[in-house]
């Protein structure tokens, strides 16, 4: 097992490095002053465009799609992926900048791969020009959505049509105003098995009946300019050719939604954590209390320690779950899947919480962009499903084979 970068990677990562120097760090404080400003809310930075535009010339440009994906995918393992996801996640939203952002990552490698071929040409090839964006619509308000079989929104046949009555929350990039079609999940045969009984249809963004009932904050931030909304589907009519795989296919793709996509996800928080880290280290040694470098104290290394040591076992993790994913497919890689899953958005939580607490106020204000990346490691270990129905699944993958005689 060695996870050595090879030359392509290297190459790569540099390229993205050169990138995030030249245009994005220079553009952080501008960025979060932008999005903070509720003038602003759901309209991107003036830059915006230019800056995806650059990205894309640049070629850096959807590598998040592994190259099993044929004629859609740059060609990159996700091994040599993984750590040049680890880059683009030094700044949250720089992922979107190269069109590696969640919820569209998961979106395209659903219409990559279970797409018709109109499906394909519609909605595929604006996401991956990014010219559109798109959300992922399964959670409902009144029902425990961290188990997907419980999903109520109705889809049902009617004629050349499905017709869609339900409500929706939490979709992430509902509000943004590039966000074109809604991926929904909603029940369609309830008298099939368990797991046969939802099905995934395309819902274009502007089909009557679909209306926005709110935006929601989460610990009080729109993450405008694309943020979560709820929504409610009244009598909302799509042709039957928008749906994706078939009836009672939408479990299925909401698993396999999850694949590559969970990794690519772990590696974001090792990116952001390392970014922490950093900036804890830098203030250690910049700040003086008590007549020495915060850096003297022995607490304050034990905090660095602590963090350098759980981002590495956590940047090993995720890129034994690549490898293994590239050997053995999603159905060999389910126990690091869940590992990483559980692991990522807990070490971030906890390095960035050690980083707030070196920078003492400052930690806490708009001066760094930790404590908006404490609240974004903190509801992913709810988002895509919370720690505990992972660990339950990690545990019973593990316990198989060794059940008492
Ligand atoms: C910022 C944000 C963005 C999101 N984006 C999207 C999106 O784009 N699309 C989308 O469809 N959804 C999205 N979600 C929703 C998210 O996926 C759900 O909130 C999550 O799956 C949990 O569902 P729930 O809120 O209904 O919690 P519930 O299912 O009610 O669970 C509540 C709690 O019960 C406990 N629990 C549940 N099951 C178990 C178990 N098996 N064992 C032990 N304890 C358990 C856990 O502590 C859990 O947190 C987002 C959520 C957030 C906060």
């Known amino acids: 097992m060695g996870f050595q970068p090879n030359d392509k990677t290297r190459e790569l990562t540099a390229q993205v490095q050169a990138f995030m120097k030249e245009h994005i760090y220079p553009r952080e404080k501008e960025y979060d002053a932008w999005v903070e400003d509720h003038e602003n809310l759901w309209v991107y930075p003036p830059w915006w465009d230019d800056l995806t535009a650059k990205a894309r010339e640049a070629g850096i440009w959807n590598w998040f799609l592994p190259e099993e994906y044929g004629e859609w995918s740059p060609g990159l393992t996700n091994l040599e992926f993984a750590p040049i996801m680890e880059e683009m996640s030094r700044v949250p939203w720089a992922q979107a900048v190269f069109n590696c952002s969640a919820p569209d990552r998961g979106n395209m490698e ?6 018709t071929t109109e499906q394909q040409e519609q909605w ?6 990014g010219e559109i964006r798109s959300a992922y ?26 017709v869609l009555n339900g409500r929706k929350w939490w979709i992430t990039g509902a509000m ?11 029940l ?11 099905s995934t249809i395309l819902v274009p963004r502007d089909t009557p009946g679909l209306k926005i009932v709110r935006p929601l904050k989460a610990f009080g931030d729109y993450h405008s300019p694309g943020g979560e909304a709820e929504l409610l589907y009244e009598d909302v009519r799509v042709p039957v050719s928008n749906l994706i795989l078939g009836e009672g296919r939408g479990f299925e793709i909401a698993q396999g939604r999850l694949g ?62 690549a490898d293994t994913m590239d050997r053995e497919g999603l159905s060999g890689s389910r126990d690091l899947v869940s590992m990483v899953k559980i692991v990522g958005p807990q070490m971030a939580e906890n390095v960035i919480n050690r980083a707030i607490q070196i920078h003492g106020g400052m930690g806490v204000s708009e001066d760094t962009p930790l404590a908006s990346w404490l ?13 505990e129905v992972h660990m339950s699944q990690l545990a019973k993958l593990t316990a198989r084979g060794f059940e008492a005689a």
């Open 110 to 115: 659903v219409l990559a791969k279970y797409g």
């Open 375 to 387: 609240s974004l490691a903190r509801f992913c270990r709810i988002a895509d499903g919370p720690d």
């Open 137 to 162: 619509a399964m959670t409902e308000p009144q029902v425990a959505s961290s188990d997907a079989t419980n999903m109520e929104l109705k889809i049902e046949r009617d004629g050349d049509h499905y």
């Open 260 to 321: 590559p996509g969970r990794f690519q996800y772990a590696m974001g928080f090792v990116g952001m954590a390392q970014r922490a880290l950093e900036l804890m280290c830098a203030r250690a040694d910049a700040r003086v209390a008590f007549g020495e470098k915060l850096m003297a104290k022995t607490s304050v290394q034990h905090e660095i320690a602590r963090s350098r040591c759980e981002i590495e076992q956590c940047r090993l993790l995720v890129l034994q779950a």
């Open 188 to 198: 369609s045969n309830p008298d099939a098995a368990r797991h046969s009984q939802h």
């Open 124 to 129: 595929l090839k604006p996401l991956l020009a």
């Open 176 to 186: 943004g105003p590039k966000c074109k079609v809604l991926l929904t999940m909603g």
